[in-house]
C-alpha cells in the first residue's frame, strides 16, 4: 500500500520566482492538505483540497494556491517567492466521510525549498 | 493565529522513565486531537489520536490524556527508549492546528 509521495524532494529557487510542488495521496485517500513547517516549527495548515475543489484554507497570501487532479493528487504553487518562502513543505492525505474529514492524517516525506 | 500551546519545549528523560507532553487548545469547537512523532528529515508519523467522548486512549506505551473541561490534552511515553527521541507534535481541529513542537530525548 502505497503512502503519501511528494516531487520533488528538494528545491532551490530565487527570490521571485514561482514553483510547483506535487503530492500523491495514500490509496483510498481523496483529501489532500498543505503544510508548511518552518525549521523549528511545527507545521502550518496552508489548504485543505476535496472533489479538486479548495475546501479550507489557512493564513497564507494568495500567492500560494493549489489544485487537485480527478486522481486525487496535488499541486501547491507558489508565486513571486520571498526569502522567508524557505521551509518544508509537507502534504497529508485523508478520507472525507459524511462531508467532514475524519482527522487521520498521513503526512508525505515533505519537499525542501530553499529561495536564495 | 496559533490556538494549539505546547510545552515543554524540550525534554530529557532517562531510559526508562515516563515522559509527559501537554497541549492546551483554545476553540472549543476542536474534536480530534492528534500527537504526531517527527525524526529529522521526514514528515510527521501519526501515534495516538483521541476524541472528546473519553478521557483516555492507551495504545503499547502511548497514552493521551483528555480533560475537556480545561481544554488540555497530554501524551504520556512509559518506559521511553533512546528510540522514541524525536520532535512530538500535538495538533487540533479538522484544519490540524499544530502546536510548536516538542523535542524529547532520551538517554540510555
Known amino acids: 500500500d502505497a503512502g503519501v509521495t511528494q516531487s520533488p524532494t528538494h528545491l532551490i529557487k530565487t527570490r521571485g520566482q514561482q514553483v510547483t510542488l506535487r503530492c500523491s495521496p495514500k490509496s483510498g485517500h481523496d483529501t489532500v492538505s498543505w503544510y508548511q513547517q518552518a525549521l523549528g516549527q511545527g507545521p502550518q495548515f496552508i489548504f485543505q483540497y476535496y472533489e479538486e475543489e479548495e475546501r479550507q484554507r489557512g493564513n497564507f497570501p494568495d500567492r500560494f494556491s493549489g489544485h487537485q487532479f480527478p486522481n486525487y493528487s496535488s499541486e501547491l504553487n507558489v508565486n513571486a517567492l520571498l526569502l522567508g518562502d524557505s521551509a518544508l513543505y509537507l502534504c497529508?492525505?485523508?478520507?472525507?466521510?459524511?462531508?467532514?474529514?475524519?482527522?487521520?492524517?498521513?503526512f508525505g516525506p515533505g519537499t525542501r525549498l530553499t529561495v536564495t | 493565529q496559533q490556538q494549539v500551546k505546547q510545552s515543554p519545549q524540550s525534554l530529557i528523560v532517562q531510559k526508562g522513565g515516563i515522559s509527559i507532553i501537554n497541549c492546551a487548545y483554545e476553540n472549543t469547537a476542536f474534536d480530534y486531537f492528534p500527537w504526531y512523532q517527527q525524526f529529522p528529515g521526514k514528515g510527521p508519523a501519526l501515534l495516538i489520536a483521541i476524541r472528546p467522548d473519553v478521557s483516555e486512549k492507551k495504545e503499547g506505551r502511548f497514552t493521551i490524556s483528555f480533560n475537556k473541561s480545561a481544554k488540555q490534552f497530554s501524551l504520556h511515553i512509559m518506559d521511553s527508549q533512546p528510540g522514541d527521541s524525536a520532535t512530538y507534535f500535538c495538533a487540533a481541529g479538522d484544519d490540524m492546528r499544530f502546536g510548536a513542537g516538542t523535542r524529547l530525548t532520551v538517554k540510555p
Open positions: 497529508a492525505s485523508s478520507l472525507i466521510t459524511s462531508g467532514r474529514a475524519v482527522g487521520e492524517q498521513y
